[in-house]
């Protein structure tokens, strides 16, 4: 069974960073590409940020494009997510996902994602 556990969510005032880490277990974790969204109160769930499988590739909402950074070990089993200058915008609750399978394109789809984590709260104050 696969599992996704976020961590790393918090209350920060605006221009404060963040590290969000999402621990992955139940399967080989190194060969499926890795991705975080974002779902805000009263809004649609978003992507933020992804990875390839090897770490290669990473893609970014231009939202967040230059002040986040999508990484990962894959000797943890462990996506993480750097959030620096954060906005009252970045609000929300973070989710990290993978896909069913392997692939070599990374999707910004959610519906290209059928693992997720629980979800952790950031919050940036103004």
């Known amino acids: 069974q696969v599992q996704l556990v976020e961590s790393g969510g918090g209350l920060v005032q605006a221009g404060g960073s963040l590290r969000l880490s999402c621990a992955a277990s139940?399967?080989?974790?190194?060969?499926?590409?890795m991705g975080w969204f974002r779902q805000a109160p009263g809004k649609e769930r978003e992507f933020v940020a992804a990875?390839?499988?090897?770490?290669?590739?990473?893609y970014y909402a231009d939202s967040v494009k230059g002040r986040f950074t999508i990484s990962r070990d894959n000797a943890k089993n462990t996506v993480y997510l750097q959030m620096n200058s954060l906005k009252p915008e970045d609000t929300a609750v973070y989710y990290c996902?993978?896909?069913?399978?392997?692939?070599?394109?990374?999707?910004?789809?959610?519906?290209?994602?059928?693992?997720w984590g629980q979800g952790t709260q950031v919050t940036a104050s103004s």
């Open positions: 996902a993978s896909p069913r399978r392997t692939y070599f394109d990374i999707t910004t789809d959610e519906m290209g994602y059928d693992y």
């Open positions: 990875i390839s499988w090897n770490g290669g590739r990473t």
């Open positions: 139940g399967r080989i974790f190194s060969i499926y590409n």
